[in-house]
C-alpha cells in the first residue's frame, strides 16, 4: 500500500524551530514533486513549499527566509525546516506527493497523495 506518513508536529514558542519529515512507503516506482500544504482553522489550505524531483524549490512569500524544503530520494523523503516561527504559522501541516507505482496486477498508477496532517502550533 502506498501512503505518505508525516512526523514532526508540534507544540513551540513564538521564534522557535521545528522539522517536519514526509516519508513515502510501499512498492513506488518514481517519485515526482513534492510538498507541503497548510490549512489554519477556518481558512483554505494553502501551498507552503514545494520542491521538484530536481531539487528546484518554491515558497510561499510569508516563510521565505524562515523556511527551507529538501528532499532526500534515496529515502522517498520530504523535509521542511521551519525556523523563526509565528503564531500565524499556526495550522496542520500536509504533505503532497506525486507517485508512481505498479499495482500487484502490474497496472501503473501515478497520481497525487496526501499525508495524514500534522499538527503545529505556535504560541506566544
Known amino acids: 500500500q502506498v501512503q505518505l506518513v508525516e512526523s514532526g508536529g508540534a507544540l513551540v514558542q513564538a521564534g522557535g524551530s521545528l522539522r517536519l519529515s514526509c516519508a513515502a512507503s510501499?512498492?513506488?516506482?518514481?517519485?515526482?514533486?513534492m510538498g507541503w500544504y497548510r490549512q489554519a482553522p477556518g481558512k483554505q489550505r494553502e501551498l507552503v513549499a514545494d520542491?521538484?524531483?530536481?531539487?528546484?524549490?518554491n515558497y510561499v512569500d510569508s516563510v521565505k527566509g524562515r523556511f527551507t524544503i529538501s528532499r532526500d530520494n534515496a529515502k522517498n523523503t520530504v523535509y521542511l525546516q521551519m525556523n523563526s516561527l509565528k503564531t500565524e504559522d499556526t495550522a496542520v501541516y500536509y504533505c503532497?506527493?506525486?507517485?508512481?507505482?505498479?499495482?500487484?496486477?502490474?497496472?501503473?498508477?501515478?497520481?497525487?497523495?496526501w499525508g495524514q496532517g500534522t499538527q503545529v502550533t505556535v504560541s506566544s
Open positions: 503532497n506527493a506525486d507517485l508512481a507505482y505498479y499495482s500487484t496486477t502490474g497496472v501503473y498508477t501515478r497520481r497525487d497523495y
Open positions: 510501499g512498492s513506488i516506482f518514481t517519485v515526482g514533486g
Open positions: 520542491i521538484t524531483s530536481g531539487g528546484r524549490t
